[in-house]
């Protein structure tokens, strides 16, 4: 019972974590970016042994605080402004 | 994370169990993931575009879903019997998919992403063919640079259809060179069929895919699926509208 209950505050302590880093928000990732690093989320995220609803919170704080930040851009194609002597290369 | 997202799609088979909340809630975690890979050009080539599209595809077809565990059962089972010849009549799957209860609605909004990312999947391609229809473009007017015979008849007709003065007898034959020229620019970059969802799975029929996702009762998953199907249909003049909308800028 006291298992579950922690395991349950985890799940819900990593989608807090995951919210509080959405849409870019520079103050969560700049604070969490060093406590939850890029390696241990996406080993939590790849691990079997890990139950599915608390993977997918590691995959929703993934997305938030490593993959959708500064500087990455979302690529508008097709793309529709080209420079002439560069369209051959 | 590519080569996980493939593998996990992989390892599906194309079956979704609407009961398996959890295991739903992850398939649309990667889908997001990879959604997000896609948009931020993380796939710099074809092929991994087209490793992940394939699975996606067969994740996308709901003929292979179970809205319950008995429905599953129950196909196991008639499988059984049809192997060792008491039945001959296929197992159909139940029409209660298409209804949008909550039970499914993870089911449709994995279904509606996938759908997105397809959307995406073909705005890269319309991309690598309007970058083909340019260097084609680019190439012969290298080629009317160096040739002054070649290029004078064409530009004169080029700068009557500016002043709207074409003289179609006068006019015909070079109107006739120019067409022919375009058309095989346009060809040449439609060739190009590396991204084509249909012509790239093979096992899977994708306008029948898309055709059973619009007997959904989800007018956004239809809307989007039905919007795909139309752009499939019309590639062609997708190019032809591009080809008119891009802007060349001149550099110093």
């Known amino acids: ?89 | 994370m590519k080569q996980f997202a493939v593998q996990f799609f992989t390892d599906m088979k194309g079956v979704q169990r609407s009961w398996l909340h959890e295991q739903n809630g992850l398939t649309n975690q990667v889908l997001v993931i990879t959604e997000k890979l896609v948009n931020l050009g993380f796939y710099t080539n074809e092929n991994e575009l087209l490793d992940v599209m394939l699975p996606i595809i067969d994740l996308l077809d709901g003929s292979n879903d179970f809205n319950s565990k008995e429905e599953e059962e129950s196909f196991i089972k008639t499988n059984e019997l049809a192997a060792t010849g008491a039945v001959t009549e296929k197992f159909k799957s139940s029409k209660a998919r298409y209804k949008s209860t909550e039970e499914n609605q993870m089911i449709i909004i994995i279904k509606q992403k996938i759908i997105d990312i397809l959307h995406k999947v073909m705005d890269i391609q319309n991309d690598v063919r309007l970058t083909k229809f340019l260097i084609e473009f680019n190439k012969s007017d290298s080629e009317l640079v160096k040739d002054p015979i070649l290029s004078g008849p064409e530009l004169n007709y080029l700068v009557n259809v500016e002043k709207d003065a074409v003289d179609l007898e006068e006019d015909q034959d070079t109107k006739n060179a120019v067409d022919t020229k375009i058309i095989s620019w346009m060809n040449t970059s439609y060739k190009n069929k590396n991204l084509d969802m249909k012509a790239k799975s093979k096992k899977k029929d994708l306008i029948c895919i898309l055709l059973d996702i619009i007997l959904y009762d989800d007018a956004r998953m239809v809307n989007s699926a039905f919007t795909l199907l139309t752009r499939y249909f019309i590639q062609k003049s997708s190019l032809v509208k591009y080809a008119g909308e891009v802007q060349l800028l001149q550099d110093q």
Not at chain 1, 13 to 23: R, Y
Not at chain 1, 33 to 56: A, P, T
């Open chain 1, 1 to 89: 019972m006291r298992e579950e209950r922690l395991y349950n505050y985890f799940v819900a302590m990593i989608d807090l974590i995951a919210l509080m880093c959405l849409s870019r928000n520079m103050s969560g990732i700049s604070l969490l970016q060093d406590k939850y690093k890029m390696d241990f989320v996406v080993d939590c995220f790849l691990n079997d042994h890990i139950g599915c609803e608390l993977r997918s919170n590691f995959a929703k704080l993934l997305i938030s605080l490593h993959i959708d930040k500064d500087p990455l851009e979302q690529i508008n194609v097709p793309i529709l402004t080209r420079v002439w002597g560069e369209v051959i290369k």
